[in-house]
């Protein structure tokens, strides 16, 4: 089953002498469940692609797919609700709430839709994250690695359809590094979450299911490495 389904994308940024082809006529689906590495060197257009999926950008042209749902012929407020329900963003600098603490980073995606706190999944999310104990404590209270894990069970506190990762290492010592990986593929197996995440790390994208690779906004190989 299609979870994801991009139809011939392009991203144009200016325009004239100036205009930069960000994305030009990308197309692929991702299955339920799948685990993708996107890869490519700077500028080939991942993040571009990426945030597209995500509904944060839109297309010059194209469409994307969320569960059968054309992201950007949705309104203002049904994109934001889309971005808070069907979508889990990762980034490489956390993007944490200075003045919230572990609990409260969490389920703000579920607060601002003004629903209830699932305390059951908040439960096992700070346990598989090994947050406990560090409940109340402060972004600035917390290592790295640690806040890394707190930008994560945000991503999956919605239980979304898709969750998208921009170098979700890049900022982490190896051992973090590797601890972060390992959480995200323990949430793509025991969730069957499906992940799509951007790296530059070679060890990161061979332990996905599936590489695509990006260069000057086409891609270039889509390669299935396990079923």
Do not use: W
């Not at 469409?63 to 950007?72: I, R």
């Amino acid at each position: 089953m299609e979870v994801l389904k991009v139809e011939h994308v392009t991203k144009v940024y200016g325009s004239g002498e100036n205009q930069v082809v960000a994305l030009d006529d990308v197309s692929f689906s991702v299955k339920k469940g799948q685990f993708v590495a996107i890869v490519g060197p700077s500028g080939s257009g991942k993040s571009t692609l990426l945030h597209i999926l995500g509904g944060v950008d839109c297309p010059t042209s194209g469409k994307v797919f969320v569960e059968d749902t054309d992201v950007y012929e949705q309104n203002p407020t049904q994109l934001a609700i889309f971005r808070r329900r069907q979508v889990g963003l990762v980034y490489q600098f956390y993007n944490l709430i200075p003045v919230l603490n572990v609990v409260e980073n969490i389920t703000l995606p579920v607060l601002m839709d003004g629903r209830k706190v699932n305390e059951e999944r908040l439960s096992e999310l700070l346990s598989v994250l090994s947050l406990e104990g560090r409940e109340k404590h402060l972004p600035n209270q917390l290592s790295g690695g640690q806040q890394q894990r707190v930008s994560i069970g945000r991503a999956l506190m919605n239980a979304p359809a898709v969750v998208l990762a921009d170098e979700p290492t890049g900022n982490l010592d190896s051992k973090n590094s590797q601890e972060i990986v390992s959480l995200l593929k323990y949430s793509n197996q025991k969730y069957k979450q499906t992940l799509i995440v951007i790296t530059h790390d070679e060890n990161i994208a061979l332990q996905a299911d599936r590489i695509i690779a990006i260069e000057d906004g086409k891609i270039t190989k889509d390669e299935v490495i396990r079923s």
